[in-house]
């Protein structure tokens, strides 16, 4: 093959990985600009440097008398190449200069001879020359070679990486020697339960038919009661193959807090429920810590759980007032239950044991107890008499006091008037808590209070709660002290985010910063004995118990 038609396959395949690329050419604009240009420039120079070097003897050559021998052998036209095609000549043309040069020339008569037309590019090339070269080339070969392979690994997605070869299909015996890969035989997929789920429709989200879904969900009953499922709580799906290499619902499984995993598996007859349990070590806890910021961030800086500290500031949040009363340099002292798997991890936290706070030198203390004939166990101070009073005077956890009881400038209509309760501020969605046992006078929209609530408690008591963003309460309903009964909002006359809070006696507001509140049951007797022995106990394992402590600070 001669350096002609080398340089013309050159050309062509850098063309065939332009045209094969050139959507990443339409995606690029300022590719397509430059290669362009380099392809024009290129082009440019090269005729120039044509001109001015070869084209006299290139038109000497043609001018000059060309013979053939006889009889004249037909030249083969070359073959198009992908990426261009020649245009189609007349079956008597003459043979191309570069074979007239390797023709014997002596004794022949000259014949007529005519210049031929270069082959030209299709589509998006058309008309741009490919061979309007002398005998031999010339300084135009090197110069277009570099232009359109410049151009083609421009365009192209990995100029670097070679075509890849066209794969052949397989016969038959050869796909049959091929090692199978089997399918495997079950499968497991976690579903997370999204808002507003049901168990039914989770297993359906999951990939369960209808029918299965809700079978496996009524044997889970049993076992589990399916309003406890918490939002994005992970629910594990196993399934196994059938014969006919479908997918069937073999079991069901989740988490029931830390120490219990239930679950329902398909049986011959239907699916059968199962629960198991985890074994955890309980071991005592202490955490001690000054405060020179907060309380919360004092206690945040020692490690007391979240849990525990959420606890800690219920047990003394009947009898302090944390916006007021806590100041730098008091301190506290928590014992707690904690409970490690047989790893080693802390897998969850348990109750408060005793805990004791240091308020301007004056310390509270209180103990875990259970008397004789009680369901639960409450907390005691050393004297046995109980914590829990008929009211909170903080209904909200983490809330800092931003207006009091009493007259003052309305935020809104600009004039003096009297605050018939005490405002907290916290964020949008923080919970509220019933300040104390009693039924549900009021849930709803009640004017500038916006959504509101109004709870009936015994001895001539109401509180109520103002300004929320949702209401978790209805009327008529019995709450329990501390339950969730809403939320923190701006609705009604608010200008951000609070909770008014109302303490109503003989229904007129009092200030429930300065009320005296009833106490709950006095220990006496055997009781207070019985009392009295559980608190030597605790104190003596808080003494032997290694205290994490810090010194919190503002950072």
Do not use: C
């Amino acid at each position: 093959m001669s350096e002609h038609s080398e340089s013309a396959l050159r050309r062509a395949a850098a063309v065939r990985s332009l045209r094969m690329n050139r959507l990443d050419l339409l995606a690029n604009p300022y590719a397509l600009l430059l290669a362009g240009v380099a392809v024009i420039g290129g082009s440019l120079l090269a005729y120039q440097a044509l001109e001015r070097h070869d084209a006299p003897r290139r038109l000497a050559t043609i001018d000059a008398p060309l013979a053939t021998p006889a009889p004249t052998p037909m030249v083969a036209a070359p073959r198009a190449t992908e990426g261009y095609m020649p245009v189609p000549q007349p079956q008597s043309r003459p043979a191309a200069p570069a074979d007239i040069a390797e023709l014997p020339t002596a004794g022949v008569p000259p014949v007529e001879t005519r210049e031929m037309e270069s082959p030209r590019f299709v589509g998006p090339l058309a008309g741009l020359p490919l061979e309007r070269l002398p005998p031999g080339g010339s300084l135009l070969d090197p110069l277009l070679d570099r232009a359109w392979v410049f151009g083609a690994q421009l365009f192209s997605a990995n100029p670097a990486e070679p075509e890849a070869p066209a794969s052949t299909p397989l016969d038959d015996a050869t796909q049959a020697a091929l090692p199978v890969v089997p399918e495997p035989a079950s499968v497991i997929r976690p579903i997370a339960v999204g808002r507003g789920d049901t168990l039914t429709r989770v297993l359906q989200r999951g990939g369960v038919p209808e029918e299965q879904a809700y079978l496996a969900a009524t044997a889970l009953a049993d076992v589990f009661n399916p309003r406890r499922l918490q939002l994005g709580q992970e629910i594990t799906l196993t399934f196994n193959r059938s014969e006919t290499g479908g997918l069937v619902l073999s079991q069901v499984q989740l988490a029931d807090g830390v120490e219990r995993t239930v679950g329902v598996t398909r049986q011959a007859e239907g699916f059968s429920s199962y629960e198991t349990t985890v074994q955890l070590d309980r071991a005592p806890a202490r955490v001690t810590a000054k405060i020179t910021d907060s309380l919360y961030q004092a206690a945040l800086d020692a490690g007391l759980p979240m849990p525990a500290l959420s606890e800690l500031i219920k047990l003394f949040s009947y009898d302090v007032d944390f916006q007021r009363e806590v100041q730098p340099g008091d301190s506290f002292d928590v014992l707690y239950e904690s409970y490690t798997d047989d790893t080693g991890k802390i897998a969850k936290t348990g109750r408060i044991l005793s805990a004791a706070m240091t308020l301007s030198g004056r310390e509270q203390r209180y103990y875990l107890f259970q008397p004789q004939g009680e369901a639960e166990a409450d907390y005691f101070n050393q004297k046995g008499q109980s914590v829990r009073k008929a009211l909170l005077r903080t209904p909200i956890d983490g809330a800092r006091l931003s207006s009091g009881f009493g007259r003052r400038t309305h935020p809104i209509l600009g004039y003096s008037i009297m605050h018939k309760g005490v405002d907290f501020a916290a964020p949008t969605g923080t919970p509220i808590q019933a300040a104390g046992s009693g039924t549900i006078e009021k849930a709803g929209w009640n004017g500038g209070y916006g959504n509101y609530v109004r709870i009936r408690h015994t001895n001539g008591f109401s509180t109520a709660y103002a300004h929320m963003s949702r209401i978790a309460a209805k009327p008529g309903t019995a709450v329990r002290q501390g339950q969730v009964i809403g939320y923190v909002g701006s609705t009604g006359m608010s200008t951000g985010a609070h909770l008014h809070y109302e303490v109503l006696q003989n229904n007129q507001q009092v200030n429930p910063l300065s009320l005296r509140l009833p106490t709950g049951r006095n220990l006496e007797g055997r009781e207070l004995k019985r009392f009295q022995t559980e608190m030597a106990r605790l104190d003596d394992e808080a003494d032997k118990t290694p205290a994490r402590s810090w010194l919190a600070s503002r950072n």
